[in-house]
């Protein structure tokens, strides 16, 4: 079964707006992370934020993270042109090691 | 800082030819991850390596084959080429016991 699935699977907002994305999985986890990835480009590693933590911030980002509900969610604060790209989560479940499993990603636009 | 280093950057064979993916990884990281990124998918995990040895193994095809060498730079080993394995193939490493993957910037290989 899928591990990690994004929604909004597509989003376009203004620039200057906040973008959400959320992220859900099914099994329990150690962590969870946002990667963002350029069109074509290789995964870049935004955000970790641990199974007993429950928020956390990094900038312009916000992650939070519900374990009862298996969610996720990524804010963008005042986003900028340049935050155009895939956002994906990945996950890491308890009793399978180092391997992340990736989300499906959301292919977020920023409009000038 | 050096990053991970793939090679080659884009590849293109014909249908049933074989295929070679070089991965370098960050130096003192240990541990190296190949995943296959379809168009417009999620990257999906295909093997890793620890201090040379296989840690974990997911949709990797029998086609395949992976090994890390005692430098730790990694290859990956596709025969009998199929048109359904273009894709984008990343290596990531990373230090043991950390769980952030750092991602090199892709192998292109389209099957014709």
């Known amino acids: 079964s899928q591990q990690g699935e994004e929604d909004p699977q597509a989003l376009s907002i203004q620039e200057g707006e906040n973008a959400t994305m959320n992220c859900s999985y099914k099994?329990?986890?150690?962590?969870l992370q946002w990667y963002r990835q350029n069109s074509g480009r290789g995964l870049v590693h935004l955000i970790l934020?641990?199974?007993?933590?429950r928020e956390k911030h990094s900038g312009r980002l916000r992650v939070t993270l519900d374990t009862s509900k298996k969610s996720s969610s990524l804010l963008i604060t005042a986003s900028r042109a340049a935050d155009t790209a895939s956002y994906f989560c990945?996950?890491?479940?308890?009793?399978?090691?180092?391997?992340?499993?990736f989300g499906t990603g959301t292919r977020l636009t920023i409009i000038p | 800082a050096a990053g991970v280093i793939q090679s080659p950057r884009h590849l293109i064979k014909e249908k049933r030819e074989t295929a070679t993916l070089k991965c370098y990884p960050i130096?003192?990281?240990?541990?190296v991850y190949w995943y296959q990124q379809g168009p417009g998918q999620d990257p999906q995990f295909l093997i890793s390596?620890?201090?040379?040895?296989?840690?974990d193994k997911g949709s990797i095809p029998d086609r395949f084959s992976a090994q890390q060498f005692s430098d730790y730079h990694s290859e990956l080993n596709m025969s009998s080429l199929e048109l359904g394995d273009s894709a984008l193939y990343f290596c990531?490493?990373?230090?043991?016991?950390?769980?952030?993957?750092?991602f090199g910037a892709g192998s292109r290989l389209t099957v014709l």
């Open positions: 990945a996950t890491d479940a308890q009793l399978k090691g180092e391997k992340l499993t």
């Open positions: 390596f620890y201090e040379k040895m296989q840690s």
């Open positions: 099994t329990s986890i150690n962590n």
């Open positions: 130096p003192r990281h240990d541990t």
């Open positions: 934020i641990r199974s007993n933590e």
């Open positions: 990531a490493s990373s230090a043991v016991g950390a769980n952030v993957l750092t």
